[in-house]
């Protein structure tokens, strides 16, 4: 069974940079069915794909956020990272990491628990 | 950007009760839809993929049809642990992007 854990700062100072990594067990981020994603909820709203990572490094990111977003994968570690620069109220929101399982389909199967990072002075 | 748009945003119903939740793409996603279910501060959890899939483990009572740019997925007899918000996503074009979600209620 796959499991997902973020970790991170829960509070970040505005214009700073929001930094979040994903630990995942019973699985491995090598795997080449499986991409490795980042979706964010803003309290009371919906679901924000932020973007999602390959094991060899390549990246997609939604274009919303992509001059702030840099995600990036460890696979010694077993782990992937966010980072968000620049942050305002607005990124205020849960943010979960996801495995997207892309063979023959792309569905987000395993998810985090969920973290809450808050954007305030 | 897809835009989905789920209707109704929310509805109560009672228990036993057929429930259908529709979600329309603005441009034709063939098939490559998927639904899932939220609880109340919980992460999502996948029900349905490729539009008409069952999700590994999740209750029979649980269906997803249609394709191109229409899309329902239905609850046939509800229970009283189905209350939750439920999401369309698509993912034939990025950026990946979810319907709004809709709200279902026990009456």
């Known amino acids: 069974q796959v499991q997902l854990q973020e970790s991170g700062p829960g509070l970040v100072k505005p214009s700073e940079t929001l930094s979040l990594t994903c630990s995942v067990s019973?699985?491995?981020?090598?795997?080449?069915?499986?991409?490795w994603s980042w979706i964010r909820q803003p309290p009371g709203k919906g679901l924000e794909w932020i973007g999602y990572?390959?094991?060899?490094?390549?990246?997609n990111y939604n274009p919303s956020l992509k001059s702030r977003v840099t995600i990036s994968v460890d696979t010694f570690k077993n782990h992937f990272s966010l980072k968000l620069r620049s942050v305002t109220a607005a990124d205020t929101a849960v943010y979960y990491c996801?495995?997207?399982?892309?063979?023959?389909?792309?569905?987000?199967?395993?998810w985090g628990q969920g973290t809450l990072v808050t954007v305030s002075s | 950007d897809i835009q989905m748009t789920q209707s109704p945003s929310s509805l109560s119903a009672s228990v036993g009760d057929r429930v259908t939740i529709t979600c329309q793409a603005s441009?034709?996603?063939?098939?490559?839809l998927n639904w899932y279910q939220q609880k109340s501060g919980k992460a999502p959890n996948l029900l349905i993929y490729?539009?008409?899939n069952l999700e590994t483990g999740v209750p029979s009572r649980f269906s997803g049809s249609g394709s191109g740019t229409h899309f329902t997925f239905t609850i046939s007899s509800l229970q009283p642990e189905d209350v939750a918000t439920y999401y369309c996503?698509?993912?034939?074009?990025?950026?990946?992007?979810f319907g709004q979600g809709t709200r279902l209620e026990i009456k």
């Open positions: 019973g699985g491995s981020v090598s795997s080449g069915t499986n991409y």
């Open positions: 996503q698509q993912y034939d074009k990025l950026p990946i992007t």
């Open positions: 990572i390959y094991y060899s490094g390549s990246t």
């Open positions: 490729d539009a008409s």
């Open positions: 996801a495995r997207v399982y892309g063979s023959g389909t792309q569905c987000i199967d395993y």
């Open positions: 441009h034709d996603i063939i098939n490559y």
